[in-house]
């Protein structure tokens, strides 16, 4: 096994009903490739589609990769589809396998919080999950409503917080921007 860049990777939560959940971790993603780190992304629920930090992100290649696990459309919390779900399974052992890679020194887990929240996954899963990660490993979890107990686990924790966001005058989401 090479020698690692990170001696200790910690975990990192951000959660929060406020946009800039994925926008902090894409931006740490963004300053690790900077420093040669190999960073693997794996989104929850994205199809990959429409999303402007693909193609974005695909540009600092090979340090950083981004892989999509989701369908087109909505889901609701009463009706997930078995295809959803096993859809948040591929995507969980997809982490699995890179996280367990020795290339990789962080590895972003995107909207893996809503994942949980729409009972995609269980908390259970995602705590095996997390006792699996090498020391060397950064792990980063992004989405609303993060679970108490992966909160505890974590050794950061950012909330976002809305204060105030132009949907609340009309204004929709601005490619480049929202999205």
């Known amino acids: 096994m090479k020698n690692k860049k990170l001696e200790k990777g910690l975990i990192q939560v951000y959660t929060g009903n406020a946009k800039g959940k994925s926008t902090a971790a894409f931006g740490l993603a963004v300053r690790a490739a900077g420093h040669g780190f190999k960073v693997i992304i794996i989104q929850f629920m994205k199809t990959g589609k429409y999303y402007g930090e693909i193609p974005g992100l695909k540009r600092l ?5 981004v892989y999509s696990y989701g369908r087109e459309g909505f889901i609701h919390r009463s009706g997930a ?99």
Not at 61 to 65: D, K, L, N, T
């Open 81 to 179: 589809k078995p295809e959803d779900i096993a859809l948040a399974h591929d995507a969980l052992n997809h982490a699995e396998k890179v996280m367990l890679d020795p290339k990789t020194d962080i590895l972003i887990l995107d909207e893996i919080n809503n994942a949980l929240f729409f009972e995609l996954l269980t908390v259970q899963e995602v705590l095996e999950f997390i006792e699996k990660k090498p020391e060397y490993v950064e792990l980063i979890l992004t989405g609303r409503n993060a679970p108490t107990e992966i909160i505890e686990k974590a050794h950061l924790v950012t909330e976002m917080k809305e204060i105030k966001h132009p949907y609340q005058i009309g204004i929709g989401s601005r490619k480049g921007i929202e999205y």
């Open 61 to 65: 290649s090979p340090e950083v990769e």
